[in-house]
């Protein structure tokens, strides 16, 4: 048999690298702006076309490449800089493995323009599909321009997978974002189809923050620093009162200048807001960690956002008090003494060290016996002509003792009981008086006073589960329609947690889960709105303007028409706002806030809906949005109302995305797990 194994070309060997270092546009975007950065820039400009798919192309004035070393950057595993295995651990740049440009280049058409201070003229090479074309001499400013064309044109499955041009230029944000925040003396602009989204100057780290997400921010930060042995930590944490839904809230981590993801590190920071915040929102924090990088490992991931810490776990405590100590200066957390100025160095524990902790010896004494009356017990001494105390529990004296604390009231006899004790078994729960217990659990169960929802329960329990069970419809025909002749004639429900309901139906048992059922009843009821264009909107008499970042701003203004068409009259307010002018005039009130951040973690999430599928995108976010997020104590007659309401659905069954809002249990079912 003929040999099997051969070596992969090099352009297949490219485009097998490129799928994990280039997983998108943004990862594009991510890497040529770190390799700015490592150029010693101090101006970068990226401009993006049709979410990266077109065109991303990153400008730069940093010190520029040579006419030889331009080829070989292109190159894999080429760098400038490690030499040997140990430079890993003592990086302090981004780029240092020399995939990046070549996994680009195999994947796109790539156009590199540079030239360094020293020379007369620049460069200009053309690389396509990872093949060199000609070079030639162009006149350009110091620094290095890299234009990217059709990604991923050549590998037509990896392009059919990338998603839609509002999801990808939100990933391009979100790196550029970044790598500026961790780099605030760096001139740094981002254009998307030659339209502004960023221009940020030259500044300190806070107002980074601040040009980055408007000036509502700045009020809610609060200053962190702290200094170790082994972790630096500086930068800001936001307020209680500034946290958000999860899809809005700015939450950055940095090492030594790095960007990473920690999901351990998130939990210390959130377990010291703990009791400070509502459960399903998020505060800002925006943390600096500085370490040595031999403590470190970067290259665990090829994205480089997975970093391996040495001492994380005492990495973990710092940082959690570090920041419940933020939180006290403002005093949501209690603590003390926070201006002193010698603070405690608590060192790492390392087995083997000078500083190892020794457990000392402990001497025992084999003869000790503790029931021996000569032996010297703790405790307190008697006084002089008082109750002596010779042992625990033995109280001895022939006059009875008062109890301290909450017992005061109670007297103890010779035999150290209390008096009276054997009255308190004799009349047991006759002696009950039931008009004392306002309806509690002993009320409603031992007594058997039952309040008047728990009788209509009984009642439906009496009737609904001894109906026959025989009949095997389908619950979209004949269990709607028994359903709504219930709720026309007055039926009754289990009330399963806040959450749910069960209703007893000739074939079995209707489970209903009211959280999705009104997120269906809101979805459809925005089509119609939509369809009808005649919608009618409840205008708010003194609208309220709520502070948004400009990223967040631009995506509720490309959404405004939208929208209207189903009835939120949601406007632009001034620089940095928004205002909400009405609501659907059928809908329940909204909180302001809520509504927004609600909105604005849906556009996050699923970005900003396609034309294609406008309306029902719309909708759906806007259901999202509006749906009770937690499940509330539902009067009757509102159960009774979403029930109707669902039922008139074209699709009750399931929500717009997919889930599941109901579900029957058969009698036959029932019947064999009873066996």
């Not at 390799?35 to 990266?52: L, P, Y």
């Amino acid at each position: 048999m003929a040999d099997l194994i051969k070596l992969l070309p090099d352009s297949v060997a490219n485009q097998i690298a490129a799928g994990e270092v280039v997983q998108r546009p943004a990862s594009v975007v991510k890497e040529l702006v770190e390799n700015a950065v490592d150029a010693g820039a101090t101006s970068i400009t990226v401009n993006i076309q049709e979410g990266g798919r077109g065109l991303i192309q990153v400008i730069d004035n940093g010190c520029g490449i040579s006419p030889d070393d331009s080829k070989m950057a292109f190159e894999r595993h080429a760098t400038s800089k490690i030499t040997k295995a140990d430079d890993l651990y003592a990086l302090s740049t981004f780029g240092f493995r020399g995939e990046a440009l070549a996994s680009i280049a195999s994947v796109s058409e790539v156009e590199l323009r540079t030239k360094r201070e020293t020379d007369d003229v620049g460069l200009r090479l053309y690389v396509n599909g990872g093949v060199f074309g000609e070079s030639t001499a162009v006149n350009i400013q110091t620094g290095t321009q890299l234009l990217v064309k059709n990604l991923f044109y050549n590998v037509p499955a990896r392009r059919k997978f990338l998603k839609s041009k509002s999801v990808e230029t939100k990933h391009i944000v979100d790196e550029f974002q970044r790598v500026a925040l961790c780099n605030p003396q760096i001139e740094m602009s981002l254009y998307d189809n030659d339209t502004p989204r960023y221009r940020l100057a030259s500044t300190t780290r806070r107002q980074r923050i601040v040009g980055m997400f408007g000036k509502h921010i700045n009020s809610n930060l609060l200053d962190l620093n702290v200094e170790t042995s082994i972790i630096r930590i500086e930068g800001f944490v936001g307020t209680p009162q500034s946290a958000k839904k999860s899809g809005t809230a700015e939450q950055f981590l940095f090492v030594n200048n790095r960007f990473f993801r920690s999901n351990y590190y998130h939990k210390a920071v959130m377990a010291a807001y703990e009791k400070l915040i509502q459960p399903g929102v998020y505060p800002p924090y925006f943390l600096y960690m500085t370490v040595d990088p031999a403590r470190i490992d970067i290259n665990i991931h090829p994205t480089k956002t997975e970093i391996k810490f040495e001492d994380e776990q005492a990495i973990w405590q710092i940082l959690n008090a570090s920041v419940r100590e933020s939180l006290g200066k403002m005093g949501a957390v209690p603590l003390m003494d926070f201006e002193a100025e010698d603070r405690i160095d608590i060192p790492v524990f390392r087995p083997g060290s000078q500083d190892e902790i020794k457990i000392p010896p402990v001497s025992l004494n084999p003869t000790f016996n503790p029931f021996d009356a000569d032996d010297d017990l703790p405790g307190p001494q008697a006084s002089p002509g008082g109750p002596s105390v010779s042992g625990p529990g033995r109280v001895s004296g022939s006059t009875p003792k008062s109890a301290g604390g909450f017992l005061q009231n109670m007297t103890y006899g010779e035999d150290g009981m209390p008096e009276g004790w054997e009255e308190l078994s004799k009349d047991g729960y006759d002696t009950f008086d039931p008009s004392t217990t306002n309806g509690d659990t002993f009320r409603n169960f031992i007594l058997d006073d039952q309040p008047a929802e728990d009788a209509e329960l009984d009642e439906f329990i009496s009737k609904g589960f001894e109906q026959d069970v025989t009949g095997d419809e389908s619950w979209t025909e004949q269990g709607a329609l028994e359903i709504e002749s219930k709720l026309a004639a007055g039926f009754y429900f289990l009330r399963i947690s806040n959450r749910y309901i069960a209703v007893s139906q000739d074939n079995g048992l209707t489970i209903i889960d009211l959280k999705r059922a009104h997120h269906r009843v809101l979805y459809e009821s925005f089509l119609r709105k939509e369809a009808s264009e005649m919608t009618v909107n409840q205008q708010e008499l003194f609208p309220e303007p709520i502070p948004v970042s400009p990223e967040d701003l631009r995506l509720l203004t490309e959404v405004q028409k939208g929208l209207l068409a189903i009835g939120f009259d949601i406007r632009p307010e001034g620089k940095n706002s928004v205002v909400i002018k009405g609501i659907p005039a059928d809908m329940d009130s909204v909180p302001n806030r809520e509504l927004i951040d609600s909105l604005l973690a849906q556009l996050h999430e699923h970005g900003i809906p396609d034309a294609k599928n406008r309306k029902k995108s719309l909708a759906l976010t806007m259901a999202g949005a509006c749906c009770m997020k937690k499940a509330r104590y539902l009067q009757k007659e509102e159960i009774e109302e979403l029930i109707l309401s669902l039922y008139a659905c074209k699709e009750p069954a399931f929500t717009a995305d997919g889930r599941q809002v109901l579900t029957t249990l058969e009698a036959d079912e029932i019947k064999k797990r009873l066996q």
